[in-house]
């Protein structure tokens, strides 16, 4: 196989157990290390975060945190559960209706 310069990888942990979800992460890792630029979609954010260098985490279809993966992985934005009702696009309006 040749030696891409760009590998994309969607889900590579996906329905698998943990110990094959820690050997995936230890070959994308090698693989990185060969000198392979890796875009990584991947839900085990941070399985994920401990791999990149550069994260972006969505939540929702939004990007809610970005920047160095470790300073990504620190923050733990992700993590925290949302509620529907704090999230500004439903706070539109919240108090004006008519009593």
């Known amino acids: 196989m040749s030696r891409p310069s760009?590998?994309?990888?969607?889900?590579?942990?996906?329905?698998?157990?943990?110990?094959?979800?820690?050997?995936?992460?230890?070959?994308?890792?090698?693989?990185?290390?060969?000198?392979?630029?890796?875009?990584?979609?991947?839900?085990n954010a941070l399985m994920a975060l401990n791999v990149a260098h550069r994260a972006y985490v969505l939540e929702t279809g939004r990007i809610v945190l970005e920047g160095a993966a470790r300073r990504c992985g620190r923050a733990r934005a992700f993590a925290r559960p949302t509620s529907a009702s704090t999230r500004p696009e439903n706070s539109e309006g919240a108090g004006n209706s008519p009593a």
Do not use: H, K, Y
């Not at 070959?27 to 060969?34: D, K, L, S, T, V």
């Open 6 to 43: 760009l590998l994309l990888m969607d889900e590579p942990s996906m329905g698998l157990s943990p110990i094959l979800v820690e050997e995936i992460f230890r070959i994308i890792r090698e693989i990185n290390a060969q000198g392979t630029s890796i875009l990584l979609v991947e839900q």
